[in-house]
Structures are given as C-alpha cells and as structure tokens.
C-alpha cells in the first residue's frame, strides 16, 4: 500500500447550453403540470437539432438522466429557496422507472445515438470522384461500364501516351495498352 493521495475525479460542469435546455424543459414541464422526465430529457438531448439541421449537443455535452435527475433538484431546492412553489409542492408526482429498465433505456439511447452519428459521419465523408480523364474519354467510367477494351487502337495508344504509361507487349494488339490503363485505376 502506498503513500500516494488519492486522486479525486473532476467531473465537468454543466455548461451553459445543457443548463438552459435542461431548465427550459424543466420549466415546460411545470407549465403543463406534467414534470419533465430526466428520461426523456436525456433522450431529446442527443437527438435536438436546430434551424440547419445539425445536433445542438456534440457527444461530450450528453448528460445521462441521473444528472439531468440531479440538476432538476438542485433547480427546484433553488426555486424553493426563492420561494416559487412546484408542482410537487402542490401533491403532484411523477412515476417511479425501474433502474434497471432505466439503465436498459440509457444503454439502448446511447446505441441509436452512436449509431446516428456514424450515419451522420458516414453520410458527411463523401467518397472522392476523381474521373481519370484524357482526351475526350473518362477512363474510370468506361472501365466502370466495360466499354475500354471497346475504344479504338489509336484511341488507347493516345490516352497511354498523353498518361505516360508504358505498353505491354506488342503495338498492335489493344490488351498492350488497355492491361496499364486497368492497373492505373486499380491503384488509384
């Protein structure tokens, strides 16, 4: 056993955009009688976007509902403080969810949030076009289609010269020159 002080966790403060939709939604939730569930809360925060479509909280902003959960009291011992009164001053309460369920919910919302962000990422990287053209011909869709070994002789033998790929094999057979072209392309 060492001598060593133990290390204390830092855990990051809410920020000011996580505050304000948390107090927003804890605000609507005492409007319409309803209180607002950590739950659902947590939920709506990794999937709330705004005007342009892209998420208002990146990953490291989520919080889980336990400190929703926790930041609701916090809000309502302060509202309490002040002296505005709750609806749970008033004998409203809100259903009790099973831990374990809820832990169940929160694994499962971190998935499908996982998952959208990959969609989103996937969907954001664009696979690069980079059309190999000479002359007047795209190499990479006459490839794509089946149509080089189509072209004529001369035409293989001017693209290959304007490349700078050497050809394989005799001058007067189309395979000399369509074999690089098909490498090049491969290796790009």
Request: proline fraction near 5%; charge should be neutral; aromatic fraction near 6%.
């Amino acid at each position: 056993m060492g001598w060593a002080l133990k290390a204390t966790q830092k855990r990051p403060r809410l920020g000011e955009k996580v505050k304000d939709f948390s107090i927003e939604k804890f605000e609507a939730g005492e409007r319409s009688g309803t209180k607002a569930d950590p739950l659902s809360v947590s939920r709506e925060m990794k999937f709330e976007r705004d005007d342009k479509g892209e998420l208002v909280f990146q990953p490291e902003e989520w919080k889980i509902a336990k400190t929703i959960k926790s930041f609701f009291s916090r809000y309502s011992a302060k509202l309490k403080q002040q002296g505005v009164s709750t609806p749970k001053d008033m004998g409203g309460s809100q259903p009790e969810v099973d831990e374990e369920m809820a832990d169940d919910i929160e694994a499962l919302e971190f998935e499908t949030a996982m998952q959208n962000l990959r969609q989103a990422v996937y969907n954001d990287l664009k696979i690069p076009e980079h059309p190999i053209e000479v002359n007047q011909f795209n190499i990479c869709k006459l490839m794509q289609e089946g149509k080089l070994k189509a072209l004529k002789l001369q035409d293989l033998k001017a693209m290959c010269a304007t490349i700078g790929l050497p050809a394989e094999g005799s001058q007067a057979r189309k395979k000399s020159f369509v074999e690089p072209l098909k490498e090049l392309l491969m290796q790009s």
